[in-house]
Each structure stands twice: as C-alpha cells, then as structure tokens.
C-alpha cells in the first residue's frame, strides 16, 4: 500500500470531519484503505450500494460531502480535492 496515498486520503478525510470520535478516526483509515481497492468505493468497503456509502459521508464526514455537487464518484471527488490541495490542475483518479 503506497503509504503517502493512504495518509493523504486519511488527512482529506479527517480535515471534514463532522465529529471527533474514534469511530470517525476507524472510518476515515478504513475509506482510505478501501480507496487503493480496485472496485467502486462502496464496493471495497463491503457496503451494499453507493447509497450506503453517500449516507455514510454525509453523517461522518459532511463538508466532503457537500462538495459532492455533481454527484461525482466518491473516489474520484476525493482524488480530486487531493489534487486540489496540491495545486495539479490534471489529475486523474485511480481506475
């Protein structure tokens, strides 16, 4: 597992926490294993549906989801704000 990948999507998670809980700080290491999967987001979660996930984001992480205007996939928003943070202007999210 790339190490600076997963802590970056870790620090992303964690910087739109809605809450500080230990439960947050599992979720957020758990996504951001889940990220470096190769399926859907929700899939390498074990979750059901991208519903599940959405609910998910929107309770443990509400200002991530919020950005989530154009109902983009998950993964890619996420690899996306992380090249916004980066100031890349072409970043593409892991397939």
Known sequence: ???????????LLMTHRSED??????????MA???LGDNHLWQDMGLPNREALSE???RYFTTLHIRNKCNMKWK???YKQ????????VCK???
């Open 1 to 11: 597992m790339p190490v600076d990948e997963f802590d970056d999507l870790r620090a």
């Open 21 to 30: 809980s230990e439960e947050t700080q599992w979720l957020a290491c758990a």
């Open 33 to 35: 294993t889940a990220c």
């Open 56 to 58: 998910l984001l929107k």
């Open 76 to 78: 890619k928003l996420f």
């Open 82 to 89: 992380l090249c916004e943070r980066a100031e890349i202007s």
């Open 93 to 95: 999210a892991p397939s």
